[in-house]
């Protein structure tokens, strides 16, 4: 069975979907009214798993280790998560797992450290499709020059994660101001 609700956070609304063995998935939402939809739409994606329903009080734990993240009084998670994907998209999920709060990896070293050295592209297309955004941090993955490349949550988040880690991210050209209108 799996279970889903939405959270609200300081970023943006998440759904989280969790089954038996952990949290499946953390996915950021534009529009908070749509998780019933994005809930049915990652259940049909898991389709061995059978049921569905919303159950809030099955996201405690998630909700207050976000909470303790998000007010910097949180570095690592302990939560049971249980990320579906390829064996190779596992792999670069759990090296992203080992990058320290605070620290900063590019798509070339994580291949590198899961001895893959040529797939860098396979690589960033795995970050891309981490089902578990922040819990597994993605966000800590820059390109080669340090620029700041994909995020599911969309750049600016990616920027606020950074910064709640404490990079000042300088001047980094290719991060656009926020739009008041």
């Given amino acids: 069975m799996l279970r889903y609700a939405l959270l609200r956070t300081v970023l943006d ?3 989280a979907v969790a089954g038996d063995e952990g949290l499946v998935r953390l996915e950021f939402l534009p529009r908070a009214y749509q998780y019933h939809i994005h809930a ?3 259940a ?5 798993e059978p049921g569905l329903r919303e159950h809030d009080a099955s996201f405690e734990d998630l909700r207050s280790q976000l909470a303790e993240y998000f007010t910097g009084r949180r570095e690592t998670f302990d939560l ?3 990320p579906h994907g390829t064996p190779f998209q596992l792999a670069v999920w759990r090296r992203l797992q080992a990058i320290p709060h605070g620290k900063l990896r590019t798509y070339k070293r994580v291949a590198a450290e899961i001895r893959r050295p040529d797939a860098v592209r396979a690589v960033g297309q795995a970050v ?3 089902p578990l955004p922040i819990l597994i941090p993605c966000h800590r993955v820059v390109g080669s020059d340090g620029s ?3 995020f599911a949550g969309g750049l600016s988040v990616k920027a606020q994660l950074l910064r709640l880690e404490g990079h000042t991210l300088g001047d980094t050209p ?6 008041l209108f």
Avoid: F, I, K, T
Wanted: glycine share 8%; aromatic share 0%; net charge negative.
């Fill in 148 to 150: 700041l490349v994909g």
């Fill in 40 to 42: 049915h739409a990652v």
């Fill in 13 to 15: 609304p998440l759904l």
């Fill in 128 to 130: 891309g499709q981490n």
């Fill in 80 to 82: 049971e998560l249980d």
């Fill in 174 to 179: 290719r991060l656009e101001p926020p739009q």
């Fill in 44 to 48: 049909r994606s898991l389709r061995d």
